[in-house]
């Protein structure tokens, strides 16, 4: 069964950086969109931004501008360049992948912004 394998979380300082990734176990033909969503204590999961095949991209409005998606088509790839990191943007953050056969999420990877 094909898995969603992610890296990247850690504890960064306000104003830092990070960069995840995540990769599928094997590869995936037909891939539709990638993207990367986020849950913080006691809210709903939220969508942090996706990435199509074409290479469209959407963001929540709370990230535009510090945020960065982007995809290695050939290796069934996402990363998420996450720059001048704030307090709120503390979550578990969750890979997501869209294809023919249907939706895969990660595991979730912890993000945790503090002084």
């Known amino acids: 069964q094909v898995q969603l394998v992610e890296s990247g979380g850690g504890l960064v300082q306000p104003g830092g950086s990070l960069r995840l990734s995540c990769a599928a176990s094997?590869?995936?033909?037909?891939?539709?969109?990638m993207g990367w969503y986020r849950q913080a204590p006691g809210k709903q999961r939220e969508l942090v931004a996706t990435i199509t095949d074409d290479g469209s991209t959407n963001y929540a409005d709370s990230v535009k501008g510090r945020f960065t998606i982007s995809r290695d088509n050939a290796k069934n790839t996402v990363y998420l360049q996450m720059n001048s990191l704030k307090p709120e943007d503390t979550a578990v953050y969750y890979c997501?992948?869209?294809?023919?056969?249907?939706?895969?999420w990660g595991q979730g990877t912890q993000v945790t912004v503090s002084s």
């Open positions: 094997e590869y995936i033909f037909r891939v539709y969109s």
């Open positions: 997501n992948l869209n294809y023919r056969g249907g939706i895969l």
